[in-house]
């Protein structure tokens, strides 16, 4: 079945304790984006990959890193994570930029205490 | 600053349309008007997409006006699955980034 999963799906934990989001997609897609999803601020786009090893900044890219090494993975890593980084985020898939279809993981809901 | 502009919250009658306005004045020649919905806090599923000209799929009709500041979403007749937040979306091919609006919540209603 083509899908994008992210693991882990919910998580709390504490100010300061690094942690890493994965996002994994079966569908050979070429972009993969990041996205926080915050109660009246619609969906901000975190970073994005246009493809292996290119990585660019969104809106909201502080406090965030990402990485590209291989198509299908897409991990979102938060190096000293904050109290105003608890939201729930997604991640998102498509065989290319723009004019395509995005495919969007379940979502992760992370609270950080 | 935002992007597109929509109506917080709509109703709409079960087996009847429902049009869900969208203004983006400042979109640019090549940005894409994108429609996505989010059903409770699943992940957004895509709609229909389009450029300059009028698109329709299985799902819904796109309407874009002559200049592009705005468009229309139709779901020709809404049933109560319908019922989630749609999110009129412009994509920068310029930045290669999605700039999500704030979504209009649908309410079909039997």
């Known amino acids: 079945e083509a899908q994008v999963t992210q693991n882990p799906r919910y998580l709390i934990t504490v100010t300061g304790k690094k942690l890493t989001v994965t996002c994994s997609q079966n569908m050979n897609h070429e972009y993969m984006s990041w996205y926080r999803q915050d109660p009246g601020l619609g969906l901000r786009q975190i970073y994005y990959?246009?493809?292996?090893?290119?990585?660019d900044k969104g809106d909201v890219p502080e406090g965030y890193k990402v990485s590209r090494k291989e198509k299908r993975n897409f991990p979102l890593i938060l190096e000293s994570p904050s109290p105003n980084q608890t939201s729930l985020y997604f991640c998102?898939?498509?065989?290319?930029?723009?004019?395509?279809?995005?495919?969007f993981g379940p979502g992760t809901r992370l609270t950080v205490l | 600053d935002a992007k597109t502009t929509q109506p917080p919250s709509m109703d709409c009658a079960e087996g009847r349309a429902a049009n869900l306005p969208c203004n983006h004045s400042t979109i640019s020649g090549n940005e894409y008007v994108y429609w996505y919905r989010q059903i409770h806090s699943q992940g957004p599923q895509y709609i229909i997409h389009g450029l300059k000209n009028n698109e329709t799929n299985e799902m819904a009709s796109l309407i874009i006006t002559e200049d592009r500041k705005s468009s229309t979403l139709i779901l020709p007749h809404a049933t109560l699955r319908d019922t989630a937040v749609y999110y009129c979306?412009?994509?920068?091919?310029?930045?290669?980034?999605?700039?999500f609006g704030s979504g209009t919540k649908l309410n079909v209603k039997p």
């Open positions: 990959s246009m493809n292996v090893e290119v990585t």
């Open positions: 979306i412009v994509y920068s091919y310029n930045f290669n980034k999605f700039y």
């Open positions: 998102a898939s498509s065989v290319l930029a723009g004019d395509n279809e995005q495919f």
